[in-house]
C-alpha cells in the first residue's frame, strides 16, 4: 500500500514539474513574440517612411529660357564652363560673366532673369559716340551760359539734362530688346496664337507672331522695330519705351539750349541787365 501511495505522489510530482515546465515555455514564447513585435514596428515605420519619401518626388527647379539656351550649348554648368570644358571668363570678382546669344553679349545673367538688364549689343561704339556727342553739347552750353550771364540755375538744369540723357542711352543700349530664347512654344500663349508662332533655323529658336531675326544681332527680337547703331542694339518689345524716352530726353534738352540759352535767355538777362 505504501508503496502504491508513494507511486502517486511521484507521479503528481511529475506532473506539477511538467505543468510548471509548460508555464515557462508559454512565457518563454510570449517574450519572443512581444520582442519580435517590438523589433518588426521600427521596421515598418521606416518603410513607410521610405515608401511616403519615394512617393514625394521633388519636381525640378524650373528654368529661363535663358538657362535653359546656356544648358543646351554649354551643358548643365553653362554658367561656369564653355562648351569645351573650359571655364568662361569672368571679370569683377565674378561680377560680369559674359555669354554670348548670337553676337549679342549677356554681361550679366542672373541679372538679365529678373530684369531684362545687363545686355550689350555688337556695335558698341555707337553709345559710346553717343554720349561723345551729349558731353560735348554740355560744354558748349554750359560755355554759352557763363557768356550770356544766364545765372547759376540755368548750369545746373543742363547738367540735370545732362544726366538725364546719359541715363536714358544706359537704359537702352543695355537693356533686352527681346531676345527669343524659347526652345519649345510657352504653355501660357494662347491656343489661337500657337499657329502663328514660327520655327527659326538659325537661332534654332520660336518667333512669336511679331518675332523678326535680326541680321545684324544674329537673334530673333519679339516686337522687332529696327536695329539702331546709334543705340547699339536692336529696338524691340522691351527696350521700345525706353528708346522713345531717350528720344523725348534729348529733345527737350535741344529745346532748352535753342529757347533759352540761344535765345530768349541772353535777350532777358541783356535787358535786366
Not at 556727342?133 to 554750359?142: D, F, K, P, R
Not at 541680321?215 to 536692336?234: F, K, L, R, S
Request: aromatic share 12%.
Amino acid at each position: 500500500m505504501l508503496s502504491g501511495k508513494q507511486g502517486l505522489a511521484s507521479a503528481d510530482e511529475d506532473l506539477d514539474h511538467d505543468d510548471g515546465d509548460l508555464q515557462l515555455v508559454d512565457q518563454s514564447f510570449e517574450t519572443v513574440e512581444d520582442n519580435d513585435m517590438e523589433s518588426l514596428l521600427p521596421q515598418a515605420t521606416n518603410e513607410n517612411d521610405a515608401a511616403n519619401t519615394s512617393e514625394q518626388v521633388e519636381e525640378p527647379p524650373s528654368t529661363t529660357p535663358l538657362e535653359a539656351h546656356m544648358n543646351s550649348t554649354m551643358g548643365m554648368d553653362g554658367m561656369e564652363n564653355g562648351a569645351d570644358g573650359s571655364s568662361t571668363t569672368s571679370h569683377f570678382m565674378g561680377w560680369i560673366m559674359p555669354y554670348p546669344v548670337g553676337n549679342m553679349q549677356i554681361l550679366f545673367p542672373e541679372f538679365f532673369h529678373s530684369s531684362g538688364w545687363g545686355v550689350l549689343g555688337p556695335h558698341w561704339f555707337g553709345p559710346a559716340c553717343v554720349l561723345l556727342i551729349l558731353a560735348g553739347a554740355s560744354h558748349l552750353c554750359i560755355k554759352s551760359i557763363y557768356r550770356h550771364h544766364l545765372g547759376t540755375m540755368s548750369t545746373i538744369i543742363c547738367y540735370l539734362f545732362f544726366g538725364l540723357c546719359t541715363y536714358r542711352l544706359t537704359d537702352v543700349s543695355f537693356r533686352d530688346p527681346g531676345i527669343c530664347l524659347d526652345k519649345e512654344i510657352p504653355g501660357h500663349v494662347d491656343p489661337n496664337q500657337v499657329n502663328q508662332y514660327r520655327f527659326c533655323e538659325r537661332c534654332q529658336v520660336w518667333q512669336p507672331p511679331d518675332g523678326i531675326h535680326c541680321p545684324e544681332c544674329n537673334v530673333c527680337v519679339a516686337g522687332y522695330d529696327h536695329h539702331c547703331v546709334w543705340m547699339g542694339t536692336c529696338i524691340g518689345k522691351r527696350n521700345y519705351r525706353q528708346f522713345v524716352l531717350f528720344n523725348m530726353s534729348w529733345l527737350y534738352y535741344v529745346g532748352y539750349l535753342f529757347f533759352w540759352i540761344l535765345t530768349f535767355g541772353p535777350l532777358i538777362m541783356g535787358r535786366s541787365a
